[in-house]
C-alpha cells in the first residue's frame, strides 16, 4: 500500500473511530427522549388531545376569516373606477389591523368580559389582561384566551371592512380609519355581547350562530348610515332622478375576490362550532348549500330582469346566500339552507334596485348583501330550524322554527334581536359618523373625486402608467 493511502486509511480511521464514540450520547438521547414521550402518551387523556385539536382547528378557522379580507378588497376594487383602487386596497388591508389593536385594547373585553360585566356590556380588563376565566373560557380546558381572541378579532375585522365597500370612491381614508376603529372598539363589541357574550339576547333564546345580524347586518346598518350621510357619487343620478351606471372595472379580480370569500366563509361558519367535532362537516354542508343556491337565484332573477345574466349579481348572489345562512347553519337542514339561500340570492337583486331608487349609492351593494340578507337569514331562523339537527354547543333545547312545528316562540325572538341590534347601531353609528363630519369632513373635495382617491389621497397610482399608455396608442392602427 503506498505511503499515501496509509495515512488516509489512519486518518479516516480515527475520524471513524471519534465519529463512532459522538454517536454514543446521541443514540443515549435517542433512548431517553423516546421513553419519556412513551411515559407521557401513557398520561395523555382523550380531553388533552381534544383541546389541542380544537384550539388548532378554530385556529385554522381563523385563518380563513382573516384571509377574506383578500376577498373582500378584491371585490371591492372590481366593482369600482380603477382610479380609486390604491384607497380601496389599502383600506381593506388596514381595516383587519386596525380591528386587532381595538379590539386588543378594549374591544374584547367589552364583547366578553364577564368579571364586572352585565347583561348589556361586559368587562374584564383592557389589552386582552386577565385570566381565561374573565371572557368565559376554562383554563386547561377548551379554547386558550388567544386562540378564542384571534379568531373574534378576525370577526371584528369582518364587520369593519363590509363598511368599506358602501362609502367606495368619494369617504376621506382619514374617517373611515377613525370609524372603523370607533365600530369595532365599541359599537360592534357591545351588541355582540348581548349575545355571544352571554347578555340579554340569549337569554331570550335570540339565536345567531356565526353572525348574519351580530356581524353583517351590524356592518350593514354602519354602512348605511355612512352612505346616507355621504351622499352618492358624483354623477350617480341625474337631474330627473335616473340612474347612471358607474361600472367597475374589473370584474375578473372581483369574481376571483367571490371565490375566496366563499373559502373563507368555511372558516367562517364551521369556524364557529369552536370545537373540532362531527357538526363541523354539517355546517360546511349546508353553508355550501347555500351559496350555491344564492348564486344560482341571483343569476336567473337579473337574467329574468335583464335579459341578460349579471356577472356582478351573480358573485353579490353567491355573497348573499352565504351571509343568509350564517344565523342558522347549524339548526337547519339541508332543505333549510337551500330555501334560506335561494331567498336571499332573489331578495339582494331587487335591494340593489331599491337602494338605487331611494338614491343611497353602494358602489358593491355591501347594504343589500350584509344588511338585507343579514336580516334575512336571521328570521329564516324561527322559520327553518328544524329541532332534529345539531343544536348550539350549550343549549338546553333544540331550536325550532314556525315550518317545523316550533310556533312564532323562535321567530319573535329573531325579530326582537333584529330591532334591537339594529336601532342601537344605528343610533351609534349615526352619531359616529355625525361627528366626523362636523369635524374633519368625511367627504373628499370635487376636484379629488373627479381625479380619483388613488392621487388625491394617496398621491399614486394601482396600475402607473396605463392610462397614459392607452392615450398613446390613440389613433395608431
Not at 381595538?102 to 364583547?111: A, E, P, R
Not at 351606471?245 to 370569500?261: K, M
Not at 333545547?397 to 312545528?405: H, K, P, R, S
Request: hydrophobic content about 50%; proline content about 3%.
Amino acid at each position: 500500500m503506498p505511503p499515501f493511502d496509509q495515512a488516509a486509511k489512519r486518518i479516516f480511521g480515527r475520524v471513524g473511530s471519534w465519529a463512532g464514540l459522538a454517536c454514543i450520547p446521541l443514540a443515549i438521547g435517542i433512548v431517553v427522549t423516546w421513553s419519556m414521550a412513551a411515559h407521557a402518551q401513557d398520561e395523555l387523556t382523550a380531553a388533552d388531545v381534544q383541546t389541542v385539536l380544537d384550539n388548532i382547528w378554530v385556529l385554522i378557522a381563523a385563518f380563513l376569516v382573516i384571509f377574506m379580507n383578500a376577498g373582500f378588497a378584491m371585490v371591492e376594487t372590481g366593482f369600482c373606477r380603477q382610479k380609486n383602487a390604491v384607497n380601496i386596497l389599502t383600506k381593506n388591508l388596514l381595516v383587519f389591523a386596525l380591528a386587532t389593536l381595538s379590539f386588543w385594547f378594549i374591544g374584547f373585553s367589552l364583547m366578553f368580559g364577564g368579571l364586572a360585566g352585565n347583561g348589556w356590556i361586559g368587562w374584564g380588563g383592557i389589552f386582552l389582561g386577565g385570566p381565561a376565566e374573565n371572557y368565559g373560557l376554562e383554563t386547561g380546558t377548551g379554547l386558550t384566551k388567544d386562540t378564542f381572541f384571534l379568531f373574534q378579532a378576525a370577526f371584528a375585522g369582518t364587520a369593519a371592512t363590509i363598511v368599506s365597500g358602501a362609502v367606495a370612491e368619494r369617504v376621506k381614508f382619514l374617517d373611515f380609519v377613525i370609524f372603523s376603529v370607533l365600530l369595532t372598539a365599541i359599537a360592534y363589541p357591545i351588541t355582540g355581547h348581548w349575545l355571544w357574550g352571554g347578555g340579554w339576547l340569549a337569554e331570550i333564546g335570540f339565536h345567531d350562530f356565526a353572525g348574519s345580524t351580530i356581524v353583517h347586518s351590524v356592518g350593514g346598518w354602519a354602512a348605511l348610515m355612512g352612505a346616507a350621510l355621504l351622499g352618492p357619487r358624483m354623477g350617480k343620478y341625474t337631474s330627473e332622478g335616473q340612474v347612471s351606471a358607474l361600472p367597475g372595472h374589473n370584474l375578473s379580480i372581483a369574481t376571483l375576490g367571490c371565490l375566496i370569500l366563499w373559502l373563507g366563509w368555511f372558516g367562517f361558519n364551521p369556524g364557529s362550532q369552536l370545537a373540532a367535532d362531527l357538526a363541523v362537516p354539517y355546517i360546511a354542508v349546508t353553508t355550501n348549500i347555500a351559496a350555491a343556491a344564492g348564486g344560482m337565484a341571483a343569476t336567473l332573477t337579473s337574467w329574468t330582469l335583464s335579459g341578460k345574466p349579471d356577472l356582478s349579481m351573480s358573485i353579490n348572489g353567491i355573497l348573499a346566500g352565504l351571509v343568509g345562512v350564517t344565523a342558522g347553519c347549524y339548526v337547519v337542514g339541508y332543505a333549510g339552507a337551500f330555501w334560506i339561500g335561494l331567498v336571499a340570492g332573489v331578495i339582494v337583486v331587487f335591494s340593489v334596485g331599491f337602494f338605487d331608487s331611494i338614491k343611497i349609492d353602494d358602489p358593491v351593494g355591501a347594504t343589500s348583501v350584509h344588511l338585507v340578507c343579514g336580516i334575512w337569514g336571521t328570521l329564516a331562523v324561527g322559520l327553518f330550524a328544524n329541532g332534529n339537527n345539531f343544536t348550539q354547543a350549550g343549549a338546553e333545547d333544540a331550536i325550532v322554527g314556525l315550518f317545523y312545528g316550533g310556533g312564532v316562540g323562535q321567530l319573535g325572538a329573531q325579530i326582537l334581536g333584529v330591532l334591537s341590534i339594529g336601532l342601537f347601531t344605528v343610533v351609534a353609528t349615526t352619531i359616529f359618523w355625525m361627528v366626523l363630519k362636523n369635524t374633519l369632513g368625511i367627504r373628499v373635495s370635487p376636484e379629488e373625486e373627479m381625479k380619483g382617491l388613488d392621487i388625491g389621497e394617496h398621491g399614486m397610482e394601482a396600475y402607473s402608467g396605463f392610462l397614459k399608455d392607452t392615450t398613446d396608442m390613440t389613433g395608431v392602427m
